[in-house]
């Protein structure tokens, strides 16, 4: 515990219940996997005084499904984390007069086709950086929600086409070479 960065009573209790919830999961899982938000579920079902906020989601963007639905009120709390967060944004492009952006389905599997060509990646370590910028899993590294699935699955299919496609170029060029 950073007790610098403590400044209440509250934010004790809190931050204990967090690492006790980490004991109880057991550390060898995933830091904030579903062993943890178990834990967190069970705490938020007694009414213990835990907050939740980034250090519970550090992997992600944004709190929009990152927690599995069977964690009922964990996804509640989440969903207003999410709400204000994304309302923070609203305000803060709005106050400097900046544009927002809507990224589309297109433009994300796009983006596993210029992996298989600008980046030197296994398949495997493309879609783990291309998930995590676009918050494509959630707290167990799995795809967040049906959407997120088949964009990987959709992304996976232009990565390897695209690999397939470069790995033909450089035949042809061997063979011209020659």
Not at 39 to 46: F, G, H
Not at 129 to 142: E, G, H, Q, T
């Amino acid at each position: 515990m950073d007790t610098d960065k403590i400044t209440s009573d509250a934010e004790v209790r809190s931050t204990l219940l967090h690492e006790m919830a980490h004991a109880a999961a057991g550390r060898e899982r995933v830091i904030h996997g579903y062993e943890f938000w178990d834990q967190v579920e069970r705490l938020l079902q007694k009414s213990a005084p835990i907050t939740l906020g980034f250090p519970e989601a550090p992997n992600n963007r944004t709190f929009a499904d990152i927690v599995p639905k069977k964690f009922r009120l964990c996804c509640k709390e989440m969903e207003k984390l999410e709400s204000q967060r994304a309302t923070k944004v609203e305000r803060y492009a709005k106050a400097r007069g900046l544009k927002t952006q809507v990224i589309t389905d297109n433009e994300i599997i796009a983006v596993f086709a210029e992996a298989a060509y600008m980046l030197p990646l296994n398949e495997q370590d493309a879609v783990a950086a291309i998930a995590k910028r676009y918050d494509l899993f959630d707290v167990d590294r799995k795809p967040k929600n049906a959407w997120a699935a088949n964009i990987i699955s959709e992304g996976m299919k232009v990565y390897r086409k695209a690999v397939q496609q470069e790995q033909e170029l450089d035949e042809l060029e061997n063979v011209n070479a020659n």
